[in-house]
T-cell receptor, first 112, second 114 residues
Framework: DAGITQSPRHKVTETGTPVTLRCHQT?????MYWYRQDPGHGLRLIHY???????DKGEVSDGYSVSRSKTEDFLLTLESATSSQTSVYFC???????????FGSGTQLSVL | DQQVKQNSPSLSVQEGRISILNCDYT??????FLWYKKYPAEGPTFLIS?????DKNEDGRFTVFLNKSAKHLSLHIVPSQPGDSAVYFC?????????????FGQGTRLTINP
């Protein structure tokens, strides 16, 4: 299995609070992604990174920001959490863009 | 704008029979297709892929078929086993679209009944 660790695994927070999810990889892959999984929508891309300090938006980026200061870490921040951001968040990595992705175990986030 | 669609949210199949999961896409630029399998409380794992230059790819019990003219791909599992019960996602990618080019379908929950 690819070395991907997501933390925390579960989080419950209140509307309006900031939340940061962390993804850590030990594979030295260049590309890192954040997806959210919701019923009826499958996996949707939030943000991705193609190198240290190089990031770009995905299809559902509103309300989210990311940072990548080291190859191995990719942070996803909800500046002011809303109930619509209740979801399961997956980090993924790949060596080549758009090819086979390796996923972390996910973070279940509940915004009350 | 759902470029990759899995129109069956769920599928139930008897153990030992064939499971057929379907996926349709709208973007004719897609040239690489993948299937992922997901168990509860785990991340998706890669299952099998196919390039648009082929119409079939086989790996053990799993075969993916691609019909480019119909913009349709399917995953066949034969024989189906209880451990195949999971959610299956199809995904597609197109060239020259940068790192974000992998697009996923909504998923199909497969249940294998003993």
């Amino acid at each position: 299995d690819a070395g991907i660790t997501q933390s925390p695994r579960h989080k419950v927070t209140e509307t309006g609070t900031p939340v940061t999810l962390r993804c850590h990889q030990t594979e030295n892959h260049r590309y890192m992604y954040w997806y959210r999984q919701d019923p009826g929508h499958g996996l949707r891309l939030i943000h991705y990174s193609y190198g240290v300090k190089d990031t770009d938006k995905g299809e559902v980026s509103d309300g989210y920001s990311v940072s990548r200061s080291k190859t191995e870490d990719f942070l996803l921040t909800l500046e002011s959490a809303t109930s619509s951001q209740t979801s399961v968040y997956f980090c993924a990595i790949s060596d080549l863009p758009g090819e086979k992705l390796f996923f972390g175990s996910g973070t279940q986030l509940s915004v009350l | 704008d759902q470029q990759v669609k899995q129109n069956s949210p769920s599928l139930s199949v008897q153990e030992g029979r064939i499971s057929i999961l379907n996926c349709d896409y709208t973007n004719s630029m897609f040239d690489y297709f993948l299937w992922y399998k997901k168990y509860p409380a785990e991340g998706p794992t890669f299952l099998i892929s196919i390039s648009s230059i082929k119409d079939k790819n086989e790996d053990g019990r799993f075969t993916v078929f691609l019909n480019k003219s119909a913009k349709h791909l399917s995953l066949h599992i034969v024989p189906s086993q209880p451990g195949d019960s999971a959610v299956y996602f199809c995904a597609a990618s197109a060239p020259n679209q940068g790192a974000q080019k992998l697009v996923f379908g909504q998923g199909t929950r497969l249940t294998i009944n003993p």
